[in-house]
């Protein structure tokens, strides 16, 4: 019997440490996303303001808006909605923003074909890339924010 207990209350707190990192009022939405351990990546300059399709699928609009929207794929991330309407993309596990629907953002790291991240949830984007982040940081208005 005890070692039921302690195996539900195992449970218990990794349930509860999942969903501690959704804000309050916030509902989580799958996007596309790649898995990064952190060890390493591209390193172009990829930058725009953060737009989302229909499907929920992430992508880039130009700084200056001269460019249809691109497709960019965030490291072990999730899509979540406020409780307004706004969207936004985080990090799943420790809740980190990496940036808000509308919101400008600059991270490292670079393109790659579409691979069934992108395809099983947004179909094909033939024949360009679509941009990966593998990034720790974000650089905005000049200055690295962790």
Known sequence: MGTRVIAVGLITLQLAACS?????GAERFEIPTHKW????????LIEGRLAFSDEGCT???????????EPVV???????????????????????????EGQEFSYGGGWVRPGAVWTDQCGDYSPDD???INDLFLVQDDRIWY
Do not use: Q
């Open 59 to 69: 992508m880039i609009l130009s700084p200056d808006d001269d460019r249809l929207p």
């Open 130 to 132: 679509i941009a990966h």
């Open 74 to 100: 965030f490291p072990n991330a999730v899509g979540i909605e406020f409780g307004n309407g706004v969207r936004a993309v985080m990090e799943e596990k420790n809740g980190k923003l990496y940036a808000i």
């Open 37 to 44: 351990g952190r060890d390493g990546g591209m390193d172009a």
């Open 20 to 24: 501690a990192a959704t804000p309050e």
